[in-house]
């Protein structure tokens, strides 16, 4: 994505990140001065525990979007919300989250969860964080098919994972590349109408618990791309900047607006899965025994059906990154989960798909 790039004043400095995971190890060198404030929505020992992490999920995004300022996070004085969902959470932990998004302010949040069944609750809470003017990001999910919950919900924006042409370890999901150089879709990510944008989701060096790093694979690390780029952006652009700006619906729809017009064409997207096409009918095998009466249609030569046009999909490039967006669509609508999971199914401390 070029963060290298970035100016080194650009670094999100007044924006209110929250990000809705596993919680954080605010041990690790890299996270102990960007990250001071969180919940523990679990109610399994209060708001003490919001900074330690049993799955690492939370700790992998929290270094992409936040991390110190050595080329690991991406805006690092941002004030970032670590709030706990898991393991344990449940719908309405989910709803007390958003809550504290709506009351405290928050600018980003990423809602890094995925469900299979809908819930109307957490549709309206999430109308109301939009309309306090929170921009929400959720990671498409991990499912190698169909958008997840609330990923598909409207006023999210729902990001795919893109892997990189020979540049993954033979331990990762992506190591099955195609013949093509450059990016490609990673083979785990979700994919068809309702995924906005697709990021860096592969082999990702991240911050992880314990003090170390770690290479990491997953929608949810691609959504933290985007969630880190849209802060640059909330804090940096002159016609979204806070202070020129107020934290509206009106401010959400133009960042997800900005985000989506700095694309490009990105026609690999579509390339893996060629459209069939019927051969004519020379290229057929003779009636056998021959027709005893062909008609004159049998004589003309019949077209082949017009194939599919693949959905057109950009990648964003601008001068903090690349990122790939995808043509929306009405997104399925959805009842009540019983309860969440996060959207990678790579943590083995984390409940399997519903």
């Not at 309405?92 to 299979?116: F, V």
């Not at 059906?305 to 609508?333: D, H, K, L, M, Y």
Request: charged share 15%; hydrophobic share 40%; net charge neutral.
């Amino acid at each position: 994505m070029r963060l290298h790039q970035i100016p080194p004043t650009y670094r999100g400095h007044g924006i209110k990140i929250a990000l809705i995971d596993s919680g954080v190890d605010i041990t690790h060198p890299d996270l102990k001065d960007t990250v001071d404030t969180g919940y523990d929505f679990t109610r399994l020992s209060g708001e003490r525990t919001w900074h330690t992490n049993a799955t690492g999920h939370g700790t992998w995004c929290a270094g992409i979007i936040a991390a110190a300022d050595n080329r690991t996070g991406i805006t690092a004085e941002a004030e970032l919300h670590a709030l706990k969902l898991f393991p344990g959470g449940h719908v309405s932990d989910l709803l007390e989250a958003l809550d504290y998004c709506i009351t405290h302010g928050i600018d980003i949040a990423q809602l890094n969860l995925a469900y299979l069944l809908p819930s109307q609750l957490v549709a309206f809470k999430l109308l109301d964080a939009h309309a306090a003017g929170t921009a929400l990001i959720a990671p498409a999910g991990d499912t190698a098919g169909l958008l997840t919950q609330p990923a598909a919900l409207p006023h999210v924006l729902a990001v795919g994972a893109l892997a990189q042409t020979g540049t993954q370890p033979t331990a990762s999901p992506a190591v099955l590349q195609p013949p093509w150089p450059g990016p490609y879709p990673a083979p785990f990510t979700a994919t068809g109408p309702g995924v906005d944008l697709a990021a860096p989701g592969t082999a990702i060096i991240t911050t992880a618990p314990g003090g170390g790093y770690t290479p990491t694979d997953g929608t949810a690390i691609a959504a933290a791309h985007i969630t880190g780029l849209a802060a640059l952006l909330l804090a940096h652009h002159d016609h979204l900047r806070t202070h020129a700006m107020p934290r509206t619906p009106t401010r959400t729809s133009q960042l997800y607006m900005l985000l989506r017009t700095a694309c490009r064409r990105f026609p690999e997207l579509t390339r893996a899965v060629p459209a069939p096409v019927s051969p004519t009918l020379s290229q057929r095998p003779p009636c056998s025994p021959p027709c005893a009466y062909p008609s004159r249609r049998e004589h003309r030569p019949r077209r082949p059906p017009i194939a599919p046009r693949p959905s057109p999909a950009t990648t964003i490039s601008t001068p903090f990154g690349t990122a790939a967006e995808a043509p929306t669509a009405t997104r399925p609508p959805t009842n009540a989960p019983p309860s969440l999971c996060p959207s990678t199914t790579r943590i083995p401390a984390v409940a399997p798909w519903l």
